[in-house]
């Protein structure tokens, strides 16, 4: 196992523009969910699940892998993810107030199951860890198709990887061991990205596991193991970069666990008070990863506090023309409920 100092420095090669779009995308995605719970405490959405404080380690993920071409098969709380890789607030929006047009699934599914089929995003479950064994699949397709010369393995309008993501809490599940076995086993190009914030609901880490980190466990599955900091944008980028490189070069799977926090309660049917103290919410407040990275850019002379805060009215204006548009689509009809279940010939 390596830790995140010990693999190069990708994000040196970064340039300005990129690292910039980064941070736009975490700040959008924390205005949109901020306004997420507004909508779930004012009674217009029945549910909501955060991603405040995983900005990072999600935006960071997007941009190293092949954006839109890569398999992602992302968890319930890969809000920044999805807008990185090209979903758009409204999408997120219409799917929260189930409107018609949710582009995830008309209206159909739980908030945040992401999905776009140009993006190559697969939706998942409610039930957590069932997506890994199908991130699984996908690799061993992808290698399949390698192995017997269907793509050229530098064939970038291809995919080339799987990357799925899930909480600690994940990998208590049977899912997970069976999808890193077949990922290890069979050398698989698949990264399982960890957002490991410590609590699975309720439950702290050290209750899940005896082991201080998830990826000590990479090596009885035979794959790579890495721990970075997942509040660090660029060490985040570093640590992702290279599973990506060792995946595209043949080099079999990496479980790549981010050491982040939620500073919100699990989702808006939870009470995290219950659980953990307001002394050390506040504590990881203080680590804010959009507080991080606009610190950095500024310290790099790469924006300046005028420049972060136009960023950030421009991501709320974002936010309300997406609320705007959003209300004013249509429900679904109450016939539609009884089909698009199962395909039939007419099914595209």
């Given amino acids: 196992m390596t830790t995140a ?14 690292l910039i779009e980064m941070y736009r995308f975490m700040v959008v995605s924390r205005r949109l969910d901020e306004r997420a719970w507004a909508l779930h405490r004012q009674g217009k959405i ?16 997007a941009y190293a892998i092949n954006r839109g071409v890569d398999y992602v098969f992302p968890y319930y709380r890969d809000l920044t993810l999805a807008l990185a890789l090209g979903s758009a607030p409204q999408d997120f929006l219409l799917g929260a107030f189930g409107k018609a047009t949710d582009p995830y ?34 690799a061993f397709a992808i290698k399949y198709r390698l192995q017997r010369g269907l793509q050229a393995p530098d064939d970038a309008t291809q995919p080339r990887l799987a990357l799925t993501c899930i909480g600690e809490g994940s990998t208590s599940q049977g899912e997970w061991y069976e999808a890193m076995n077949w990922a290890g086993v069979h050398r698989l190009p698949f990264i399982c990205l960890v957002q490991n914030n410590y609590y699975a609901i309720s439950v702290p880490y050290d209750q899940q596991s ?9 090596p009885a599955f035979g794959v790579h193991g890495v721990v970075f900091d997942g509040n660090d944008v660029l060490a985040s980028y ?8 060792r995946a595209y070069r043949g080099e079999g799977a990496t479980l790549a666990e981010a050491k982040t926090y939620r500073p919100v309660p ?34 790099r002379g790469l924006l300046r506090q005028d420049d972060l805060n136009a960023i950030d009215a421009q991501a709320r204006a974002e936010v309300d023309a997406a609320l705007r548009d959003t209300l004013a689509a249509p429900d679904p009809a109450p016939e539609d409920a009884l089909g698009a279940v199962y395909a039939t010939e007419d099914t595209p």
């Fill in 5 to 18: 100092a010990e693999t190069r420095s990708y994000a040196a090669q970064l340039t300005r523009d990129t």
């Fill in 46 to 61: 029945a549910f909501h699940i955060s991603a405040i404080g995983h900005e990072a380690c999600q935006v960071a993920a």
């Fill in 105 to 138: 699934s008309g209206g159909r599914q739980m908030p945040s199951h992401f999905s776009s089929r140009a993006l190559n995003i697969v939706s998942g479950s409610s039930s957590v860890a069932t997506q890994i064994p199908h991130a699984a699949g996908a």
């Fill in 210 to 218: 005896a082991l201080p980190n998830v990826a000590d466990r990479a």
């Fill in 238 to 245: 570093d640590a992702l970069r290279a599973a990506v490189e």
């Fill in 266 to 299: 699990h989702s808006s049917d939870d009470d995290d008070r219950s659980y953990r103290t307001r002394e050390e919410v506040e504590e990881w407040k203080r680590k804010d990863p959009i507080l991080r990275f606009g610190s950095t850019l500024m310290e």
